[in-house]
T-cell receptor, first 117, second 112 residues
Framework: SAVISQKPSRDICQRGTSLTIQCQVDSQVTMMFWYRQQPGQSLTLIATANQGSEATYESGFVIDKFPISRPNLTFSTLTVSNMSPEDSSIYLC??????????????FGPGTRLTVL | QKEVEQNSGPLSVPEGAIASLNCTYSDRGSQSFFWYRQYSGKSPELIMSIYSNGDKEDGRFTAQLNKASQYVSLLIRDSQPSDSATYLCAVASGDSWGKLQFGAGTQVVVTP
């Protein structure tokens, strides 16, 4: 499976500010995904990021709040804008396996733990 | 609204016993089914994938899928304290373009 890294691993931010999270993969991948995991909760998909096209956002998530870039096949960023304490979560990127026999399998980065004060 | 349901637990299992985890899903068009293990403070780790009805075994893990009943399960044989984690069921629909819907997760505690 691909090796995925995220930066930063954790951060503490003030309300009203923005944080950009980076996701780097060691191989080219078509599909990248951004998830949020709120404390004690399961994973919720924020958006799908494909290279060369606009990100596709899930219900309840908007581009103004969570702008995403996907400049190439190994990198993506998620920005959490105008943060409030409710944005305190773990943010995870994932990639879909490129192996055709591993249909829809996703592998996750280590996550970014965000605390908003 | 597509849903994936799991018992939240905790499921307490004696060391060496079999842990049985269940997951139901609402979307009949679902085609791919996954079990992830998540240790506290860590990201989810894929442990099993299953695509067709029946059983799939990998080491101490067995996944079972019944599409007619919209049910997928995970058995952990010879449970070890290192199996103590939250297990997440995830489902992808045929029209989802790879998007996964996750259940709330079942916490498993293996007691020595």
């Amino acid at each position: 499976s691909a090796v995925i890294s995220q930066k930063p691993s954790r951060d503490i931010c003030q309300r009203g500010t923005s944080l950009t999270i980076q996701c780097q993969v060691d191989s080219q991948v078509t599909m990248m995904f951004w998830y949020r995991q709120q404390p004690g909760q399961s994973l919720t998909l924020i958006a799908t990021a494909n290279q060369g096209s606009e990100a596709t956002y899930e219900s309840g998530f908007v581009i103004d709040k969570f702008p995403i870039s996907r400049p190439n096949l190994t990198f993506s960023t998620l920005t959490v804008s105008n943060m409030s304490p409710e944005d305190s979560s773990i943010y995870l990127c994932s990639v879909e396996a490129s192996d055709r026999s591993s249909y829809n399998e996703q592998f996750f980065g280590p996550g970014t733990r965000l605390t908003v004060l | 609204q597509k849903e994936v349901e799991q018992n939240s637990g905790p499921l307490s299992v004696p060391e060496g016993a079999i842990a049985s985890l269940n997951c139901t899903y609402s979307d009949r068009g679902s085609q791919s089914f996954f079990w992830y293990r998540q240790y506290s403070g860590k990201s989810p780790e894929l442990i099993m994938s299953i695509y067709s009805n029946g059983d799939k075994e990998d080491g101490r893990f067995t996944a079972q899928l019944n599409k007619a009943s919209q049910y997928v399960s995970l058995l952990i044989r010879d449970s070890q304290p290192s199996d103590s984690a939250t297990y997440l069921c995830a489902v992808a629909s045929g029209d989802s373009w790879g998007k996964l819907q996750f259940g709330a997760g079942t916490q498993v505690v293996v007691t020595p």
